[in-house]
């Protein structure tokens, strides 16, 4: 599902898909909204490594992980790699929370708080449930969108297909959320905000963040990153785990199955038969996790690590049940 349209600017015709609303014209450079206005606040993150830097960098940031093979700098090689600019919507926020809550159960708060947050929302549902859609970055040193640069470095550059209406509502969530976990960290709990919440838009931009996916390989096995090409920051890595790492793994999950048991039998001998297959239930699955984790041989390291997630709950979990 394709269509053509034609520049505002320059008049050359532009393939795009049905879902695509925001355009970038790849000869050009201007951008504009489907059947609208130019957007004319377009930037993006500069291109300041190489691929091969991005690499070098990588694997001296992967050595500082203690699962990673210490020959990896010398037996990994990059086999391809992609750029490409992903699209954010940038809002800068001026919210006036007006709120009610509990402190300590009892007694009722309410108040206002006033804050002004920068979000940047995913334009792209490519995006929705990667790494890149919480992705923070610095606004700060984005240059106005250079279409000579993109094309020069062969990157590919991802349209918006986010609305920016229903980017402005992800924003607004977002900044409530914030706001919310914050005033929870000071002890308020059942934090409702008044329909007179005010959040006014005092500046949007759209931007291109340009990301290397490099696949690399290392002992017949293929793997990737993803890196901001702008700071080399690593987003998302997958990384073989070296020897040493896996024995400890499978000691691990050794332990953890022993400690089911243990856990099974104290609770039976207490004729605590729930706590008893519960807790050994949960332990049984760690150990399986951990177990799973070795034989894998590979690592996934990214800010929001799901597998890691997964036993932190069920640790939490059975601290909480204990
Ligand atoms: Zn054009």
Redesign the pocket.
Known sequence: MSEEII?P????P?RVTAYENVIT?P????TFVKGGEVVKDHRMGMINYSPKEIFEIFKEWALRKPETPDDISVKASMTNYELTLYPYWVFRLDVKADYSAYKRKSSRVVNIEHETLTIAIPAAKEMLATVLSDYEFSVRGKIYYNSQVVQSLGAKVLNANISLEEAKERAFRKALDFIREKLERTGLTKIKFNPSTKVDIEDVTYVHIPIYKVFYRYGGRQYYFLADASDSKIIYAEIPTGKVFRVISIGAALASLVFAGIIFFIGLSLHAICFATYSGFLMTLISAFMFLKSIKGVVVVAKHRQEADTVDKIAKYLIRYI
């Open positions: 520049c600017y320059c008049s050359a532009i014209c000869y050009c450079g201007t």
